[in-house]
């Protein structure tokens, strides 16, 4: 007796390995020559930006910059408010052992902090600490039966699955 299935296809993501990560970004800006001396630090804050995410067997290797904003107070005769704009590239690799080069990965980044310190009046060093929260999924296409025509002579057991999409 031949039976008629009907077949369907799902693509499954599964959750592999995550991982949470520290890490500290540090960088020199030069005050361009049109900007006055650096007399103190109002304030530092900026954003994460990633550029590139390559997965290799057992390690991740990604590669961002900080875009950062620093408003300071000029060393001239009206201590007026100045601020400057930079970008300071990180490159770091983070080993996960379960992770394969076929898999995808999802980065979520978050800037804690950002301090600013003055070498001198021309000179500013930023440290940046990220926090970067790894998830590596592994995707799978699964084959299940939809549903089978001509069962008159046949019991089915039948089972429900909940899914999240």
Do not use: W
Not at 15 to 26: D, F, P
């Amino acid at each position: 007796m031949a039976i008629k299935l009907s077949k369907n296809n799902l693509c499954i993501n599964q959750i592999v390995g995550q991982k949470n990560e520290k890490i500290t970004v540090e960088g020199d800006e030069i005050v361009p020559d049109v900007k006055p001396d650096v007399l103190s630090i109002v304030s530092a804050n900026g954003n994460v930006c990633m550029h590139k995410k390559e997965i290799q067997d057992g390690k991740v290797k990604l590669d961002g910059s900080i875009n950062a904003y620093v408003i300071y107070i000029a060393d001239d005769e009206k201590s007026s408010m100045r601020a400057i704009n930079t970008s300071i590239d990180f490159s770091k690799t983070i080993e996960m052992k379960e992770i394969k080069t076929n898999m995808q990965l999802e980065c979520k980044t978050e800037l804690t902090n950002i301090e600013c310190r003055i070498l001198n009046g021309r000179k500013i060093s930023l440290k940046s600490n990220l926090q970067l929260m790894l998830t590596a999924y592994s995707k799978e296409n699964i084959e299940y039966v939809d549903s089978i025509e001509d069962r008159s002579d046949m019991q089915l057991l039948n089972e429900k699955i909940t899914i999240n999409s």
